[in-house]
């Protein structure tokens, strides 16, 4: 994660990839922003609990890092 507004700006453009995306909505979750942002970012981050990516504290989970790792070897 670099900077917190590009970050949003590149997730906006579709040009994150799932561990960055995770690591991004883990930080809004953490920090409380998904919650004030604009409706569509809390609505991804319950979502992401929701399927177990992420845990409510904001933390990625091990089932995300292992999805993640059987796209990156696939």
């Known amino acids: ?6 970050d949003l700006m590149s997730y906006e453009a579709g040009e994150l990839d799932a561990r960055d995306t995770l690591d991004l909505f883990g930080l809004l979750v953490r920090s409380g922003m998904a919650w004030t942002l604009q409706g569509s970012y809390g609505r ?7 399927l177990g990516y992420l845990t ?7 089932f995300a890092e292992s999805m993640i790792k059987e796209l990156v070897t696939t």
């Open 1 to 6: 994660m670099k900077d917190l507004a590009i």
């Open 44 to 50: 991804t981050a319950n979502e992401l609990m929701h």
């Open 56 to 62: 409510p504290d904001g933390r990625v989970t091990e």
